[in-house]
């Protein structure tokens, strides 16, 4: 089911009886490399809510889909793209999982809103990479309206988010609640929910609370069942390794219980199949 762009993201989460799923860098795997125009188009086929994408920019000011420090584990080259021209991101191939040569290349971020306009909402992290010049970027693309962005809570991003993006979406990415609402609500800026990243159930943001406290203000919550490191607990082990291994109801059904409004994953074909049958079980 599509979403009407023209209304608010809490109102088309209202309208779901399952968390949001978004997913990481595409859906990719096997000679299909992540934050490639290919991943992007299967993550859609296969029904994602968000679609999250990194931005890169190379040392000519172009603006490519890629992770930031992750050029020694996807491309090899040796060089950041950062110190890299725009013709040497394009001629630059990416590797696949068994680390062999592919014939896909890092996307424009051009290219990649093109693919995802009027598709899928669009969580553009690394924002912070140049916040004035991906802005333009999204105005440029027209994509206003389908975009998330995310930052870390530190007020000189918000400085920057309130002078050049005051009505697009934003969450901050926050390890400790406090009042960071509070203080972003009280700014000139399109505050819509936080990305709560929890080491255990204690904490502040992985409570229920919390959660409906946010719920009550038209705020949504938004968690990460993927793992990018082992030792960098996101979500108090609510995994998607633990969701494959042991069950939905053991990683995506518990963020779910708590309330959580979206779920970032690595696995979206299987986590939606989850939900599916959890709503029939209901």
């Known amino acids: 089911m599509g979403f009407d762009f023209n209304s608010s993201i809490f109102k088309n989460r209202r309208q779901r009886n399952t968390p949001l799923l978004a997913a990481h860098r595409g859906v990719c795997g096997a000679n299909i490399p992540c934050n490639t125009l290919l991943a992007y188009k299967i993550?859609?086929?296969?029904?994602?809510?968000?679609?999250?994408?990194?931005?890169?920019?190379?040392?000519?000011?172009?603006?490519?889909?890629?992770?930031?420090?992750?050029?020694?584990?996807?491309?090899?080259?040796?060089?950041?793209?950062?110190?890299?021209?725009?013709s040497e991101v394009l001629a630059t191939p990416i590797k696949n999982s068994d680390e062999a040569d592919t014939h896909y290349r890092i996307p424009a971020l051009q290219e990649v809103f093109a693919l995802l306009k009027d598709k899928v909402y669009i969580n553009v992290d690394k924002y912070w990479t140049d916040i004035e010049g991906i802005t333009a970027e999204i105005r440029k693309a027209g994509v206003e309206k389908q975009v998330i962005l995310k930052t870390s809570a530190d007020e000189k991003y918000f400085d920057d988010i309130e002078k050049y993006a005051p009505d697009l979406m934003y969450m901050p990415v926050v390890q400790r609640v406090d009042n960071i609402s509070g203080k972003l609500k009280s700014r000139n800026i399109n505050h819509i929910g936080v990305e709560v990243v929890f080491q255990s159930f204690n904490d502040g943001g992985a409570s229920t609370d919390y959660i409906k406290s946010m719920h009550g203000k038209g705020l949504l919550v938004w968690a990460n069942s993927i793992i990018y490191d082992e030792?960098?607990?996101?979500?108090?082990?609510?995994?998607?390794?633990?969701?494959?291994?042991?069950?939905?109801?053991?990683?995506?059904?518990?963020?779910?219980g708590l309330g959580f409004d979206i779920i970032q994953t690595d696995w979206l074909s299987a986590a939606k199949q989850y939900f599916t049958k959890k709503l029939k079980r209901s």
């Open 231 to 256: 030792r960098d607990v996101l979500s108090a082990g609510c995994t998607d390794d633990v969701s494959l291994e042991k069950g939905g109801d053991f990683g995506w059904g518990v963020l779910d």
């Open 43 to 86: 993550a859609v086929d296969q029904g994602a809510d968000i679609v999250e994408i990194d931005v890169a920019k190379s040392k000519d000011g172009q603006f490519f889909a890629f992770h930031p420090g992750m050029e020694f584990a996807y491309l090899k080259c040796g060089k950041l793209i950062s110190d890299m021209t725009a």
